[in-house]
């Protein structure tokens, strides 16, 4: 099991994803957004417990440094598929041992 550590802005966009999924009126159908919210909280259980589950399609992502180890490595795993504008949670392994940080949460481009 690994503990999640967040970055200031993957903490911002995780908090305003469950804002908006919050705004539900009682008795009223689920929206996109709790949909959205759902998916990524899904994608952060699954990280915690394997960072390489099958459904996570976890893989290094280039474009990003490594807060914590210049030669560490960065990863993108899929919280959404098959959907414009998926949204990707990119982490990384650290600072600590057993620790792993959002880096980012955010739509593909």
């Known amino acids: 099991m690994f503990a999640v550590k967040w970055t200031f802005r993957a903490r911002e966009e995780f908090d305003r994803i469950k804002a908006a999924a919050q705004g539900r ?3 009223a159908k689920s929206s996109k957004q709790e949909g959205l919210y759902k998916q990524v909280s899904k994608t952060i259980r699954l990280l915690m417990s394997n960072p390489r589950h099958p459904g996570l399609q976890t893989h ?12 560490g490595k960065v990863f993108e795993a ?3 598929n098959r959907t ?5 949670v990119f982490w990384c392994y650290g ?9 980012a949460i955010t739509p593909h481009p």
């Open 60 to 71: 290094e992502f280039l474009s990003l440094a490594n807060l914590f180890d210049p030669s």
């Open 25 to 27: 009126r009682q008795g």
């Open 78 to 80: 899929c919280a959404q």
């Open 84 to 88: 414009p504008g998926a949204y990707r």
């Open 95 to 103: 600072p600590g041992r057993s620790e792993i940080t959002i880096v």
